[in-house]
């Protein structure tokens, strides 16, 4: 079994993209600059957007964070996003998801000028991944992509079932497996919480992609041995074993599941840190002007 190590890849990737940046300002160019918009306090989404606005400091990227009050009007938010997109200085400008009930996701998601769309989640970027033309491939199915790019998983010709069919992962990565590319040329199945005989598809898989949110879900009965786990998930539970009381779980019963694996990606350490990898590239894409 050889475990998917997303921590060392990402920060691989995150010193290819420092290099990148001294180059660039060497030569007279500004700093790619990230923006981030977050609306009210949820813990989850507190701790995604201050890892991100770090890695920027990382990676030597400028950032900037605005926050909005959770009860924040709908048309003020579009406003914000309006200013942003006209700002000639940001490269790139991520909305944090979920967002509060009173706000149409889908109307905001919308709202971004698509070439400084970073997360690839505008209808026009994520058309142009369906065709295989030049776009930010949204973030989480990138680090997946990269992943397996970077270990050399064989994954032409092969099963690979996705569950879930999220717009941020189940569903893009079930198309980028599905393309003639490498990683890619899969034959893939998407399954989500209305697909019948679950474990008669996962049986079968040569790689199987979990985004789901339940954690310890996928248990060794579900699949056959030399699998390439693909874990998305992240849930935090109570534990009397730690320090902090809580520990993280994926999708995957990891324990028992790892033995039958070819690969398998860890969590904590496996598709988390390399989302954050790929929205700091997809930036950097931007402002390369490589995409647009
Ligand atoms: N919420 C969970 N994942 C993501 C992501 O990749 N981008 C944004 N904007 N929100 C998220």
């Known amino acids: ?15 290819e993209i420092a290099v990148e940046v001294s ?20 813990g989850a989404s507190e701790t995604y957007v201050s890892a991100k606005v770090r890695a920027c400091k990382e990676v030597g990227f400028r950032s900037t964070l605005v926050r909005l009050d959770n009860k924040v009007l709908e048309s003020d938010l579009l406003s914000e996003i309006e200013e942003i997109n006209n700002n000639k200085d940001i490269d790139g400008l991520i909305v944090q998801l979920p967002l509060p009930d009173h706000i149409d996701e889908m109307k905001i998601t919308q709202a971004i000028d698509p070439i400084i769309d970073v997360d690839g989640f ?35 010709g092969k099963h690979c079932v996705v569950i879930g069919r999220s717009h941020i992962v189940g569903s893009p990565i079930s198309i980028l497996m599905a393309r003639n590319n490498n990683p890619g040329n899969c034959t893939v199945t998407l399954t989500h919480s209305r697909t019948q005989n679950l474990k008669d598809i996962t049986k079968t898989a040569d790689i199987l992609i979990v985004a789901l ?80």
Not at 3 to 10: F, P, Q, S, Y
Not at 23 to 42: E, F, M, Q, W
Not at 127 to 139: E, F, V
Not at 262 to 267: K, M, N, R, Y
């Open 1 to 15: 079994m050889i475990l998917l190590d997303g921590r060392k890849t990402a920060n691989d990737i995150k010193e």
């Open 23 to 42: 180059s660039l300002i060497a030569a007279g160019s500004k700093k790619p600059h990230l923006a981030a918009i977050l609306v009210g306090t949820d």
């Open 122 to 156: 505008h209808p026009q970027n994520i058309g142009r991944m369906a065709l295989n033309l030049p776009t930010y491939l949204p973030a989480t199915p990138a680090g997946i992509l990269e992943l397996l790019g970077r270990y050399n998983v064989e994954t032409a």
């Open 213 to 292: 949110g339940k954690s310890e879900f996928i248990t060794t009965d579900m699949v056959k041995d030399g699998v390439c786990i693909i874990d998305v998930g992240i849930t935090r539970v109570r534990s009397n074993t730690t320090k902090s009381g809580w520990k993280l779980l994926g999708d995957v019963a990891f324990e028992g599941v790892k033995n039958k694996c070819s690969f398998i990606t860890p969590v904590p350490g496996g598709v988390g840190p390399m989302t954050i990898a790929m929205l700091l590239k997809n930036t950097l894409k931007s402002a390369k002007r490589v995409v647009y």
